[in-house]
């Protein structure tokens, strides 16, 4: 498996879309969804595209998306600038369903291949929000708890860099940290929009 070192980031994003290391894996075909930024102050790392943001490329493009500008109290203007908000999934194509109905988890093949090229390129990035389980086993290293609920309760074990998340919908509720979060990227937000 490669891991791709490309020092320039559009040739890296190109290389990106073009994937189609598993393809034969995917019920459709590949159209990896990814936007990154070297501007960007706050990086979202979700877990895979629905059929629905594979169908119009653009990320938490569902239900889960107004849920999660609202933790964070952006509009979309805002959630969807690129010089702002760096969205990645830890897979970048929808990965198909299981036998009980919900999506599968995102390929293997994904994260290790594409991943830390990617990080090569978002110096810039000050908080990291790590959505669900897939996100956080792979970025919260020895420091992730057992299950995706013990990591959210123990969140200041993690911050200030990073803040794990649970899947963004109404029934989850995690009060004490919304005003950092809100605090941290509104911050990094409007340093990042000044024009000089």
Not at 58 to 69: A, Q
């Amino acid at each position: 498996m490669h891991n791709y070192r490309i020092p320039d980031l559009d040739s890296l994003l190109t290389n990106i879309h073009r994937c189609n290391i598993c393809t034969t894996h995917l019920p459709l075909s590949p159209r990896p969804v990814a936007r990154p930024s070297a501007t960007a102050k706050l990086l979202i790392i979700g877990q895979a595209p629905g059929t629905r943001v594979q169908e119009t490329s653009i990320p938490w493009d569902d239900r889960s998306d107004d849920v999660l500008r609202g933790w964070l109290a952006l509009d979309k203007d805002v959630f969807y600038d690129s010089a702002r908000v760096v969205i990645v999934p830890m897979g970048f194509c929808y990965p198909s369903l299981n036998r009980r109905g919900g999506d599968k988890p995102p390929r293997p093949e994904c994260a290790p291949t594409w991943h830390d090229a990617l990080l090569d390129h978002l110096s810039a990035v000050e908080l990291v929000l790590v959505v669900r389980v897939y996100a956080q086993r792979r970025y919260l290293g020895r420091e992730r708890k057992r299950t995706l609920t013990e990591m959210v309760v123990a969140w200041e074990i993690y911050a200030p860099h990073y803040i794990p998340l649970p899947h963004p919908n109404w029934r989850n509720n995690f009060s004490e940290i919304k005003p950092l979060v809100r605090r941290r990227h509104n911050a990094d937000a409007t340093r990042t929009c000044r024009t000089p």
